[in-house]
């Protein structure tokens, strides 16, 4: 594929891209939205729910009291129409009486006659009504289930009414009522047949319920306290359906309508995008090609100064070896004239004539190959590179001392020529400043530890003003015939992007140094 065709392919991904982000985020906008209105259609159900439940309590407990009292005074009827203070009836009598009155009022269950402790009593059973008598015994559900009207200090009337008629009128098309008594029993429930309130919750919301008074449980169940005994108001599983089936209709056709418009909208809105990265894709791939020109531009120049550089290191080494060479063919010249030239004398002149030639081969070998381009990348160890760039200028270090302190045998992958480039380029500067400032001791140290290799001179460091400039391109502090000011910037280029390490100078009490923090 080729590059135009890959850049093409990237654009046509950024268009979808975009415009698939423009759907999403148009689809979470709506989604939010529909989320809230959800939230607040369900909050205002639930209060809805329980302000409709606090009104019809009370209205229940007036309406309870009222027929309560109804009862009382049908009892103090029969007591003020067939009892007086002295009366002493017999079961006969009572039994007309209490059977008609039974019979006239569906709603009461047991009527009863109760003196020294012992009852007569008529109570229905289906749809017959039977009389009996026997050993009073008080109820625990007395003061909601019957209603008491003295006759005398021994004696009173007692009638027991269907709790259905107490709460005959309760709506429930909103919620449920449960009547309990103090140890959970159910006395009373218009929705289902059930003993005990342990049996319909967990135990944990079942005693919440028996220790709360007046207060709503959870959302959906309201606790009321009537003489003892709990109310229990609970919403209608049914309503509750309905609603939840309602809202998540209106979800359903809220998103239906949100993804529509999230398509709609993420289409015409990326529109306006794609004309402004249409835009920024050109800016930027003219500004790439432009660094990419200049760093080309830049590595050509730092080439051209290595070059110069490698001229100058082999004229250093070759300075020696090409005066031996003249002093031996100067010998050789006067040999020649004195006529002592012998085979003994012509060998030992081949001798030692070869040896610098050969020093001379040597040395334009070790320049070729240090600065020879690396094709692919290769394992190589750290104090070799050093060594091998020691050995290249070894005729610029003559009168420095050079001190080594290696440690751990770093190995790293990468081009070697390159990392070769970058260690030359700060011994050069480090040699160049120490010859500058006329320094008399020389010395540059060499450390290796861990992942870290130091570069220090004694030449007094770097002014305050410009080190965080020497690392800028065209940046030097040389003569322009001695310096470039593109060896250091092109050195901070290959330890971060090519080895993806860190380059960074200091100072120190003698002079500088150059950090290089490998990232192994």
Same mark, same amino acid.
């Given at each position: 594929?080729?590059?135009?065709?890959?850049?093409?392919?990237?654009?046509?991904?950024?268009?979808?891209?975009?415009? /698939?982000?423009?759907?999403? #985020?148009?689809?979470?906008?709506?989604?939010?939205?529909?989320?809230?209105?959800?939230?607040?259609?369900?909050?205002? &159900?639930?209060?809805?729910?329980?302000?409709?439940?606090?009104?019809?309590?009370?209205?229940?407990?007036?309406?309870?009291?009222?027929?309560?009292?109804?009862?009382?005074?049908?009892?103090?009827?029969?007591?003020? %129409?067939?009892?007086?203070? &002295?009366?002493?009836?017999?079961?006969?009598?009572?039994?007309?009486?209490?059977?008609?009155?039974?019979?006239?009022?569906?709603?009461?269950?047991?009527? &009863?006659?109760?003196?020294?402790?012992?009852?007569?009593?008529?109570?229905?059973?289906?749809?017959?009504? #039977?009389?009996?008598?026997?050993?009073?015994?008080? $109820?625990?559900?007395?003061?909601?289930?019957? $209603?008491?009207?003295?006759?005398?200090?021994?004696?009173?009337?007692?009638?027991?009414?269907?709790?259905?008629?107490?709460?005959?009128?309760?709506?429930?098309?909103?919620?449920?009522?449960?009547?309990?008594?103090?140890? %959970?029993?159910?006395?009373?429930?218009?929705?289902?047949?059930?003993?005990?309130?342990?049996?319909?919750?967990?135990? $944990?919301?079942?005693?919440?319920?028996?220790?709360?008074?007046?207060?709503?449980?959870?959302?959906?169940?309201?606790?009321?306290?009537?003489?003892?005994?709990?109310?229990?108001?609970?919403?209608?599983?049914?309503?509750?359906?309905?609603?939840?089936?309602?809202?998540?209709?209106?979800?359903?056709?809220?998103?239906?309508?949100?993804?529509?418009?999230?398509?709609?909208?993420?289409?015409?809105?990326?529109?306006?995008?794609?004309?402004?990265?249409?835009?920024?894709?050109?800016?930027?791939?003219?500004?790439?090609?432009?660094?990419?020109?200049?760093?080309?531009?830049?590595?050509?120049?730092?080439?051209?100064?290595?070059? %110069?550089?490698?001229?100058?290191?082999?004229?250093?080494?070759?300075?020696?070896?090409?005066?031996?060479?003249?002093? /031996?063919?100067?010998?050789?010249?006067?040999?020649?004239?004195?006529?002592?030239?012998?085979?003994? #004398?012509?060998?030992?002149?081949?001798?030692?004539?070869?040896?610098?030639?050969?020093?001379?081969?040597?040395?334009?070998?070790?320049?070729? &190959?240090?600065?020879?381009?690396?094709?692919?990348?290769?394992?190589?160890?750290?104090?070799?590179?050093?060594?091998?760039?020691?050995?290249?200028?070894? %005729?610029?270090?003559?009168?420095?001392?050079?001190?080594?302190?290696?440690?751990?045998?770093?190995?790293?992958?990468?081009?070697? $020529?390159? #990392?070769?480039?970058?260690? /030359?380029?700060?011994?050069?500067?480090?040699?160049?400043?120490?010859?500058?400032?006329?320094?008399?001791?020389?010395?540059?140290?060499?450390?290796?530890?861990?992942?870290?290799?130091?570069?220090?001179?004694?030449?007094?460091?770097?002014?305050?003003?410009?080190?965080?400039?020497?690392?800028?391109?065209?940046?030097?502090?040389?003569?322009?015939?001695?310096?470039?000011?593109?060896?250091?910037?092109?050195?901070?280029?290959?330890?971060?992007?090519?080895?993806?390490?860190?380059?960074?100078?200091?100072?120190?009490?003698?002079?500088?140094?150059?950090?290089?923090? /490998?990232?192994?």
């Amino acid at each position: 594929m080729s590059v135009v065709q890959d850049i093409r392919l990237k654009d046509n991904n950024y268009r979808v891209n975009i415009t /698939l982000a423009f759907i999403f #985020f148009s689809l979470f906008i709506i989604i939010t939205v529909i989320s809230i209105v959800m939230f607040y259609w369900t909050k205002l &159900s639930t209060e809805n729910f329980q302000n409709r439940v606090l009104f019809e309590s009370k209205n229940i407990i007036s309406e309870f009291n009222q027929k309560r009292d109804i009862a009382i005074n049908s009892a103090k009827g029969i007591k003020n %129409g067939s009892f007086i203070k &002295s009366f002493n009836t017999n079961e006969q009598f009572l039994k007309v009486i209490f059977k008609t009155f039974l019979l006239a009022n569906k709603d009461f269950l047991k009527i &009863s006659y109760v003196k020294d402790k012992h009852e007569f009593f008529c109570e229905k059973y289906n749809n017959d009504i #039977f009389c009996n008598n026997k050993l009073y015994m008080p $109820t625990n559900n007395h003061l909601v289930l019957s $209603t008491d009207v003295n006759i005398s200090k021994e004696s009173f009337i007692q009638i027991d009414t269907n709790l259905k008629y107490f709460f005959s009128s309760i709506p429930d098309d909103i919620f449920k009522l449960l009547v309990l008594d103090d140890r %959970g029993t159910v006395l009373y429930s218009n929705f289902l047949k059930t003993t005990s309130i342990f049996d319909m919750f967990n135990h $944990t919301l079942a005693n919440d319920i028996m220790q709360q008074n007046n207060k709503f449980i959870t959302n959906d169940i309201y606790v009321k306290n009537l003489n003892g005994y709990k109310l229990v108001f609970i919403q209608n599983k049914n309503l509750l359906i309905k609603q939840k089936e309602v809202a998540r209709n209106l979800a359903i056709s809220m998103f239906i309508i949100a993804l529509v418009l999230s398509v709609v909208f993420g289409y015409f809105f990326s529109k306006p995008l794609y004309h402004f990265y249409d835009e920024l894709d050109r800016m930027v791939k003219d500004e790439i090609e432009k660094n990419r020109e200049k760093e080309q531009m830049l590595m050509h120049q730092s080439k051209l100064a290595a070059l %110069g550089e490698m001229l100058g290191n082999i004229a250093h080494q070759w300075r020696h070896p090409i005066t031996r060479l003249s002093l /031996l063919v100067q010998n050789f010249e006067m040999a020649y004239k004195m006529q002592k030239l012998d085979d003994k #004398f012509v060998e030992k002149f081949k001798t030692k004539a070869f040896e610098q030639i050969n020093y001379m081969s040597a040395t334009i070998d070790d320049f070729t &190959s240090f600065f020879k381009k690396d094709k692919e990348k290769q394992k190589f160890y750290v104090r070799e590179v050093i060594e091998d760039a020691l050995k290249l200028l070894e %005729g610029r270090i003559k009168n420095i001392e050079i001190i080594k302190e290696y440690g751990t045998k770093i190995e790293i992958n990468g081009y070697k $020529t390159e #990392f070769s480039q970058v260690i /030359l380029n700060i011994l050069n500067n480090a040699i160049d400043a120490l010859n500058e400032k006329e320094i008399k001791n020389k010395k540059i140290w060499i450390r290796i530890k861990n992942n870290l290799i130091e570069i220090e001179d004694n030449a007094g460091g770097i002014p305050e003003e410009i080190k965080d400039k020497i690392f800028e391109p065209y940046f030097t502090t040389k003569f322009q015939s001695q310096g470039t000011g593109i060896g250091l910037y092109m050195s901070k280029i290959i330890i971060t992007k090519h080895f993806n390490s860190k380059l960074e100078v200091e100072n120190s009490k003698y002079g500088a140094i150059f950090k290089i923090i /490998l990232n192994i």
